[in-house]
Antibody, heavy 121, light 110 residues
Framework: QLQLQESGSGLVKPSQTLSLICAVS??????????WSWIRQPPGKGLEWIGY???????YYNPSLQSRVTISVDRSKNQFSLKLSSVTAADTAVYYC?????????????WGQGTMVTVSS | QSALTQPASVSGSPGQSITISCTGT?????????VSWYQQHPGKAPKLMIY???NRPSGVSNRFSGSKSGNTASLTISGLQAEDEADYYC??????????FGGGTKLTVL
């Protein structure tokens, strides 16, 4: 059973870069047919899709965040990562990683448990 | 891209049916059959309940069903149970090869 686990710094200072990793277990991130997304949820608010990376390495980002976001994959470690630069308090949220089954299920079928990131000095 | 539009809250009594709407545009909901619905209990990660408008993943109760007409998708929960009380989010693929979520709907079981 494939599982996802987020990790990274829980506290980031304003203007710095938020960095998170999503470790994939029980399956290979290099398997074709899937994309790997980051999704966030500010406290008390709704879900916001941040971006995804295909198994091929192609990336797509939310236009509202595109200038600050980078998603990359490390196949040797079976994980993918999120970097969000120039953070402000508005970036405080629970960050989830999720798998989307392109051409099969076309939805986010597996989610990590989420990790809280607070932006504060 | 703008968030899909959902009602902020809906409620129903045990055993009743409720429907949650999700309105987008021809560039997302209306243009693709890639609408999905997620259930989220407090402090938990979202759980996929419906994918590709009408399909239920294995293990999801058949009390949950989905449909779409034009730019509006809907989630119907029949035979409401106490454990259905949660937040529900819709999501759609878009013409920009991105994804967008709805603002979320809080379901209260009276």
């Amino acid at each position: 059973q494939l599982q996802l686990q987020e990790s990274g710094s829980g506290l980031v200072k304003p203007s710095q870069t938020l960095s998170l990793i999503c470790a994939v277990s029980g399956g290979s991130i290099s398997s074709g047919g899937y994309s790997w997304s980051w999704i966030r949820q500010p406290p008390g608010k709704g879900l916001e899709w941040i971006g995804y990376i295909y198994h091929s390495g192609s990336t797509y980002y939310n236009p509202s965040l595109q200038s600050r976001v980078t998603i990359s994959v490390d196949r040797s470690k079976n994980q993918f990562s999120l970097k969000l630069s120039s953070v402000t308090a508005a970036d405080t949220a629970v960050y989830y990683c999720a798998r989307e089954g392109m051409a099969t299920i076309n939805a986010f079928d597996i989610w990590g448990q989420g990790t809280m990131v607070t932006v504060s000095s | 891209q703008s968030a899909l539009t959902q009602p902020a809250s809906v409620s129903g009594s045990p055993g009743q049916s409720i429907t949650i709407s999700c309105t987008g545009t021809s560039s997302d909901v209306g243009g693709y059959n890639y609408v999905s619905w997620y259930q989220q209990h407090p402090g938990k990660a979202p759980k996929l309940m419906i994918y590709e408008v009408t399909n239920r993943p294995s293990g999801v109760s058949n009390r949950f069903s989905g449909s779409k007409s034009g730019n509006t998708a809907s989630l119907t929960i029949s035979g409401l149970q106490a454990e259905d009380e949660a937040d529900y989010y819709c999501s759609s693929y878009t013409s920009s090869s991105t994804w967008v979520f709805g603002g979320g709907t809080k379901l209260t079981v009276l």
